[in-house]
């Protein structure tokens, strides 16, 4: 295992396999997998040893939480994989201030958006 890698099981509690990401979007495991390889979802190995999960923060009310896919996008787009694009949205940034992930669940992406931007360029 990297280093250098973040440790998401640390920043992230609660987490659901592709089965259960897709019970919660009401589609089907095949589809989370499409929709993560689309950047609209991600994914990570949280443990060791573990199979790759989807964070539960990134659905809310039975969708993909607004600004999430772009966010993703973005950082995708600038490099990022999805371990560390995780571990920047999971992360406490006192420019935003708090997590990424919390203040777009608020309805609050503008800032995270500019961001995000700002990071992958």
């Known amino acids: 295992m990297d280093t250098d890698a973040p440790d998401l ?3 992230i509690a609660d987490w659901l396999d592709w089965k ?7 589609v089907s ?3 989370v997998r499409q929709l993560i390889r689309d950047h609209q979802l991600a994914a990570a190995v949280p443990v060791a040893g573990g199979g790759q999960r989807v964070p539960a923060e990134l659905l809310m009310g039975g969708e993909i939480v607004k600004g999430v896919p772009g966010v993703l996008t973005v950082l995708h787009d600038g490099g990022y994989d999805d371990r560390e ?7 406490a940034d006192d420019s935003i201030p708090g997590r ?5 669940r608020e309805n609050r992406g503008t800032e995270v ?3 995000a931007q700002a990071m992958a360029f």
Do not use: M, Q, Y
């Not at 694009?85 to 992360?91: D, E, N, S």
């Not at 990424?100 to 777009?104: E, H, K, R, T, V």
């Open 100 to 104: 990424p992930i919390d203040a777009l």
């Open 85 to 91: 694009a995780l571990a920047w949205l999971f992360t």
């Open 29 to 31: 495991a095949s589809k």
């Open 20 to 26: 259960a990401a897709g019970e919660a979007l009401g």
């Open 113 to 115: 958006k500019r961001r």
């Open 9 to 11: 099981g640390s920043l």
